[in-house]
């Protein structure tokens, strides 16, 4: 079907879907399966998006094809304690030495780190200054020495989805693993593909509330109470009406009116 590269551009063997079109597919993840999401919308969204966006050539012929066939399953590596995913709190360093690269610090709640074969790793070089904001994006192999991934957490949902701490003890990168080629790309990156990853979010909230809907709907129509179905009732109606509301002011229909989301 190509979901592991559906925002992936065509050139690069994925489906190449604009914004509207992730907006739609992603109503469709939420109505059916969050936890599957979590894996193709990383590897499209927030870890893919990076390097379409932001890549050097030779990085985006390395990676994007494996990417976009679910071959390589990527991670973005963002989040830490106490910091979030604000890239501006980054502790996550990367030193110069030499022709490499040195990373050392933690992230949390990672998305695949258990089954990744990439980690996207944002890390700050230097303090921001005039010149930029001294954060940097890097392409981790898993396996490289020094990475490790701590066992997956456990949680109350969407167990599917994998998600772990990540340590990084004196990481050692070449320099070709600079995404861009630049020191400060970090934030910008970051930021690009996080506002497409939460129109993603958004449009997946939807289409969990209407599961939510559809589900009440249907047990309302079966379920009994003295031999009166439920959904009869005029506050179990009310309740189900009251649902409806404020998912659906304009309908799925909205999505699309004027075609106002850009890619």
């Known amino acids: 079907m190509g979901l592991f590269g559906y925002a992936i551009p065509q050139e690069w063997g994925g489906l190449g879907l604009d914004l509207t079109q992730d907006v739609e597919l992603a109503m469709e993840f939420g109505y059916t399966s969050l936890s599957l999401r979590s894996m193709f919308g990383t590897n499209n969204g927030i870890a893919g998006q990076v390097l379409v966006g932001f890549g050097t050539g030779p990085q985006q012929a390395q990676w994007l094809e494996g990417i976009a066939s679910g071959a390589v399953v990527a991670s973005f590596a963002l989040t830490e304690p106490g910091a979030g995913s604000d890239p501006s709190g980054l502790r996550t360093k990367a030193v110069r030495d030499g022709g490499d690269w040195v990373i050392n610090g ?7 780190a258990p089954l990744a074969d990439l980690f996207v790793v944002f890390a700050r070089t230097r303090p921001a200054d005039e010149n930029g904001t001294g954060i940097a994006v890097f392409l981790v192999p898993a396996g490289t020495p020094g990475l490790a991934v701590a066992p997956k957490d456990r949680k ?7 998600t772990a701490d990540v340590h990084f003890t004196d990481v050692r990168v070449a320099d070709s693993a600079l995404v861009g080629g630049s020191e400060d790309f970090g934030y910008r990156a970051a930021m690009t593909s996080l506002a497409r990853g939460r129109v993603h979010i958004a449009a997946l909230a939807v289409g969990t509330a209407q ?14 109470q003295g031999g009166t179905p439920i959904g009869e009732f005029q506050l179990v109606q009310a309740m189900i009406a009251e649902s409806r509301r404020p998912r659906c002011p304009g309908g799925r229909g909205r999505t699309n009116r004027g075609r106002r989301l850009r890619p």
């Open 211 to 224: 599961r939510a809907l559809d589900e009440a709907v249907a047990y309302a129509a079966t379920a009994t």
């Open 106 to 112: 933690e992230k949390r709640f990672i998305t695949n």
């Open 156 to 162: 109350m949902g969407q167990e599917g989805a994998w």
